[in-house]
Nanobody
Framework: QVQLVESGGGLVQAGDSLRPSCAASGRTFSNYGMGWFRQAPGKEREFVAAISESGGATSYADSMKGRFTISRDNAKNTMSLQMSSLNPEDTAVYSC?????????????????WGQGTQVTVSS
């Protein structure tokens, strides 16, 4: 079992930055890949970014490349998503997830454990 708790969401203005984090407990943190997904009202869950077990490899959705940076600290069992140049289209609930099998998967079906999510709202 893995427990995930997100924090660091909030209300910001267009152009601002935000850095939500995900704290994990349960299994050995460095043994699994992780990812961030987001879901806006009325829309399907959308892949944001993924990171490998060691943090040495990352993957991003095209619309996030250059604006978002995923990172992890295996010593602290935490993962973060640095988001910059935010715009209202980035408004969503952002959730972290654990993938025990497929490395850097973009499909939510490959992820085994999920956090509750943290709300990010970007005003224009």
């Amino acid at each position: 079992q893995v427990q995930l708790v997100e924090s660091g969401g909030g209300l910001v203005q267009a152009g601002d930055s935000l850095r939500p984090s995900c704290a994990a407990s349960g299994r050995t943190f460095s043994n699994y890949g992780m990812g961030w997904f987001r879901q806006a009202p009325g829309k399907e869950r959308e892949f944001v970014a993924a990171i490998s077990e060691s943090g040495g490899a990352t993957s991003y959705a095209d619309s996030m490349k250059g604006r978002f940076t995923i990172s992890r600290d295996n010593a602290k069992n935490t993962m973060s998503l640095q988001m910059s140049s935010l715009n209202p289209e980035d408004t969503a609930v952002y959730s972290c997830a654990v993938c025990l099998t497929a490395a850097l998967s973009t499909s939510p079906r490959d992820y085994n454990y999920w956090g509750q999510g943290t709300q990010v709202t970007v005003s224009s």
